[in-house]
Structure formats: structure tokens, C-alpha cells
């Protein structure tokens, strides 16, 4: 398990990280999205022991992070601009990180770059950033770490291989039990692979949650109501958003679908139905509560 406690990081006047708490568990995929400047590549940075806290800490296991080589074993770290040495191939970077990671296996890594269609002789320095990229994921799911910190995976990435790269990470996480940490600016690159959801914003986590839980708790009905029915009734359901063209109304409601349909049934309406919605419908919803817009925040 993974914790951030009380986690601050300011560079001269700039508040890259704001008392950040969170926890995130074994086995979840881990999705911290926000725009760029929003502080997802400070705290991965902290998470990797890149960067010192100038207060609070972030725990693996319990062990602190920060020059602590038994705690770094458990991770690798894929940087949006990772670092190869110059004029290296991708043989020589495998056997550069096989030296580092005791569990490193270098069958795996050269069987996922053949699949991949990469030629691992070549200098690394002619590849396309996406290449790269797929160079850089081979070499973290081969070092066989329990974390994987993933920062702008799919950034480069056609849609292919996105998913190519999403069902490489469900394989190794039902085979061996990684935990992939993904920081993106775009919501709908997460929404088919998280289990968990962090929105960072001003170097704060303004919201974390289940997906599950946000999907089972929130609901949109579509309904058209009788022209005699009294508005006010709507004051017994939790509304987050509700929206009108005429008569139809798209009502963004909090609760089980149980409590909703049968207090929906209560109104006798014309019409109505229950929709589900999206990742992105439910991070507005909840946002707009807070009195903030996402769209103006990731997208």
C-alpha cells in the first residue's frame, strides 16, 4: 500500500503540492488526472523518491521513500520524458535495468518488444516518442515491480496500442498483482481502466474516490413530468445537476437505483428512465458541487 501523508513540495514561491493525503491500495489501478501545472508529475516524482518533501511523507509499505533503496525496489518509474543514455540501443538499456531490478526478466521484455515490432538493436535515439514510450513500458512490466508509476502513459500512443497497453497491464495485475499509478490530463484515457480516481487541482487532490462507488451512487434520470405536477416535490431527491429542454428533464441525482426508482414512481411521471452515466458526467457533477468546473480543469 501506498500513502501520502500530509505531503507538501513548493519550488521558490510556486505550490507544487499542497498537504496531499491519500492512500492507494494493492491491486487498484490508480488514476490522478488534472492539467498540466497541476502537480501530478511533483507527486509522482515524491512517490519515486526523485523528490524530497519539504514537509510530510509518502510511505510504501510503511518505509519511507526517500533514499531508501529497499522502498524504490518495489516501483518503477516511467517519467513523461524518460532518459536514455546517448547513443544506446534497446538491448543496452535492458541490460542497464536487468542490473538493477533483481527480478528483472529480460525474456519478458524482449518477447513484449518483439510484439511490439520493436527492434531492440536499434539506438534508441531514432525511435518516435511513441516508441519510446513502448520501450519504456516493456522495461517496467519486465522489471517485475509491485508499483508501476506511470506518468503520461498514453501520451504518443496511437489507439491501438492505447489499448494494447491497457490489457498489458490487466494481464500482469491478475498474473502477479501490479498496482499501475497513472497520472493523465485527459479523463477518458482512465475511465475503462481505473478503479480508483484522484482529480488534482492548484496541487491539491480536490477529489478522490471509488469509481464503483461514484457509478453505483449517482445516477441521471430523463423524465417528463405532467403539467400539473408540483416542482417542489423534486426537493426529495439529492440533486446534483438537473437540466431542461421543455418538458424533458436530465436530472443528475445522488443514490441507489433502488431509492431513485421509487422515488421517481412516487411522482407518477409521465415518462422516465434511468441513464448511466460516464466518468467524465460523474467528475462534473460532483465538481460542480464543490463550486469548481472540470471542463475548464482537464479538459
Known sequence: MIEAKS?????ENIRALDNINASIRDGDVFG?????????STFLKTLAGILKPDSGEI?????????????????????????????????EMIKFYSAGYKN????????????????INRKVNTFSKGMKKQLCIAIGVASNTRYLLCDETFDGLDPVMRQAVKSLFAKEMDERGLTPIIASHNLRELEDICDHV?????????????????KLNIHKVQ?????????????????MQMKNNGR????????????????????????????GLSLEEIFISETEVHGYDIKKLIF
Not at 209 to 214: F, G, L, Q, R
Open 59 to 91: 510511505l510504501i509499505d510503511g518505509e519511507k521513500v526517500f533514499e531508501n533503496i529497499n522502498a524504490k525496489e518495489k516501483f518503477f518509474y516511467i517519467s513523461d520524458d524518460q532518459y536514455f543514455f546517448a547513443n544506446t540501443t534497446g538491448r
Open 32 to 40: 490522478l488526472i488534472g492539467t498540466n501545472g497541476a502537480g501530478k
Open 198 to 214: 484522484g482529480l488534482l487541482h492548484k496541487g491539491g487532490i480536490l477529489l478522490s474516490k471509488d469509481v464503483s462507488d461514484m
Open 248 to 275: 424533458v428533464y436530465n436530472i443528475t441525482i445522488k443514490g441507489s437505483e433502488d431509492e431513485i426508482r421509487e422515488q421517481m414512481e412516487s411522482f407518477n411521471p409521465v415518462f422516465y428512465e434511468l441513464m
Open 104 to 119: 528483472f526478466d529480460v525474456k519478458k521484455c524482449e518477447e513484449l518488444l518483439k510484439a511490439l515490432d520493436l527492434d
Open 223 to 239: 423524465c417528463v413530468f405532467d403539467n400539473n405536477f408540483d416542482m417542489e416535490k423534486l426537493r426529495a431527491l439529492d440533486i
Open 7 to 11: 505531503l507538501s513540495k513548493s519550488f
